[in-house]
Structure formats: C-alpha cells, structure tokens
C-alpha cells in the first residue's frame, strides 16, 4: 500500500529564515507533485518532479526528489510572510495496472512576520 | 484563474439524496481529476479521465461515479448520500495526464 508521510505537520518560523518540509513514501513512484493551499481556496501547483535527482526551483522555493530514499524536500529559502500557507505533497504511482495519486497530511506553514 | 470551472460553488442537500457536480477543464487539456478534501480523510484522489476514458481509480466509492463527455467537460455523481460525504470536491485538468494539474475553485457540499 502506498503511504505517504509529511513532515512537520505545523511549522511557524520567522521572516528571513531557511526550512525544509520532507515528504516521504512507501512505494516505487514515478512521479512527485507538491501542491500549495490557502486557506478557503483551492490547491495550486508548485513542483512535478518525474525523475531522480530532480531540482525545481520557482521564487523562494526548491524541491527535489531522491527516488532511491523515497524522500522529498521543499527547501524555502530567506521565507516571507506571503509563503505562509498549506503545502502538500502527492506521490503517483502505477499499481496493478492502475494509477494512484496520494497525498500526505500538509504542513501548515505560518511565517512570522 | 487557473481556466478550470466548476459548478455549483455551494450545494447543500440531505441524507439519501443525489447531486451531480460539473467540472470544465481548460482549454486543450485531455484530462480530468477529481478530489474530495474533507477535515476527516484530508485529501484523496477519486479518479482520472483521460480523453473521455478512466485512466485511473482512487478511493472513489462505488456511491460516486464519474464521467468525461466528448467534449471532454466531466460530471461527479454522488448518491445516496451520507453525512461524511460533506467534503469539497475539486476538479483539476492537465494536458495529458502527467504533468502539473490546474485546480477548479471546488465545489462546497453539505449534507444535512
């Protein structure tokens, strides 16, 4: 069964600061999206990675995936107030034949102005 | 504006009854995804349409069921509903079914 673990599920942290948010899964995936929410609104997308290795970075933010730990990170580098938000991760994966997107908890981001 | 529509933006109805929620993807892309967020489940992946097919199934219950029309806009049916079923549903479109997803703005339901 494919889990997926976020870590943490609540982060505060001030302005200016650098943190990381780890995703980690179960299975073999073929792909890896992380997904931004804020509150009342829907989801945004952020990253797809499909590859080992892979670095995407946009603004503030950078994910990787290292498919060999089943582990990725959304690294937020020099964090701003406009950052605060939920983020999600979701791992895809083919199993008998079928594709299966699941999503782990979110970490609740709050950055302290 | 992600360009995915959905309708209703709110929905309530009661225990037993059925809605069916609309989804238009944007323009030019071939698939369609369907999520439920509630504060019990979080978020789980329904089921994908690829260009009018199922291309994969999540934790849909066989209460729901889903279609993509030919001109590739889809429908949720839910019926026989149930208190838990009060969730948000959101819609998501990509071009072929890989690549970044565009999310709907949900649709709101409660069941009373």
Same mark, same amino acid.
């Given at each position: 069964?494919?889990? *997926?673990?976020?870590?943490?599920?609540?982060?505060?942290?001030?302005? &200016?600061?650098?943190?990381?948010?780890?995703?980690?899964?179960?299975?073999?995936?073929?792909?890896? =999206?992380?997904?931004? $929410? %804020?509150?009342?609104?829907?989801?945004?997308?952020?990253?797809?990675?499909?590859?080992?290795?892979?670095?995407?970075? #946009?603004? /503030?933010?950078?994910?990787?995936? %290292?498919?060999? !730990?089943?582990?990725?990170?959304?690294?937020?580098?020099?964090?701003?107030?406009?950052?605060?938000?939920?983020?999600?991760?979701? *791992?895809? !994966?083919?199993?008998?034949?079928?594709?299966?997107?699941?999503?782990?908890?979110?970490? /609740?981001?709050?950055?302290?102005? | 504006?992600? &360009? *995915?529509?959905?309708?209703?933006?709110?929905?309530?109805?009661?225990?037993?009854?059925?809605?069916?929620?609309?989804?238009?993807?944007?323009?030019? %892309?071939?698939?369609?995804?369907?999520?439920?967020?509630?504060?019990?489940? &979080?978020?789980?992946?329904?089921?994908? =349409?690829?260009?009018?097919?199922? /291309?994969?199934?999540?934790?849909?219950?066989?209460?729901?069921?889903?279609?993509?029309?030919?001109?590739?806009?889809?429908?949720?049916?839910?019926?026989?509903?149930?208190?838990?079923?009060?969730?948000? =549903?959101?819609?998501?479109?990509?071009?072929?079914?890989? #690549?970044? $997803?565009?999310?709907?703005?949900?649709?709101?339901?409660? *069941?009373?």
């Amino acid at each position: 069964e494919l889990k *997926v673990e976020q870590n943490p599920l609540f982060l505060s942290m001030q302005e &200016g600061k650098n943190y990381t948010i780890y995703c980690n899964y179960s299975t073999t995936s073929d792909r890896l =999206y992380w997904y931004r $929410q %804020d509150p009342g609104k829907s989801l945004e997308s952020l990253f797809v990675l499909l590859s080992n290795g892979a670095v995407k970075q #946009e603004g /503030r933010l950078m994910a990787s995936l %290292d498919t060999k !730990a089943r582990l990725s990170t959304l690294h937020i580098t020099a964090a701003v107030h406009d950052l605060s938000a939920t983020y999600f991760c979701a *791992v895809g !994966a083919s199993m008998n034949r079928d594709d299966k997107i699941i999503f782990g908890k979110g970490t /609740r981001l709050h950055i302290l102005p | 504006d992600s &360009g *995915v529509t959905q309708t209703p933006k709110h929905l309530i109805t009661a225990t037993g009854q059925r809605v069916t929620l609309r989804c238009s993807p944007r323009s030019g %892309d071939l698939s369609v995804y369907w999520y439920q967020q509630s504060l019990d489940q &979080g978020l789980q992946f329904l089921i994908q =349409y690829y260009n009018g097919e199922e /291309r994969a199934k999540g934790n849909i219950l066989e209460r729901f069921s889903a279609q993509q029309f030919p001109d590739l806009h889809s429908e949720l049916n839910l019926s026989s509903l149930e208190l838990g079923d009060s969730a948000l =549903y959101f819609c998501a479109s990509s071009p072929t079914g890989v #690549e970044t $997803q565009y999310f709907g703005p949900g649709t709101r339901l409660l *069941v009373l």
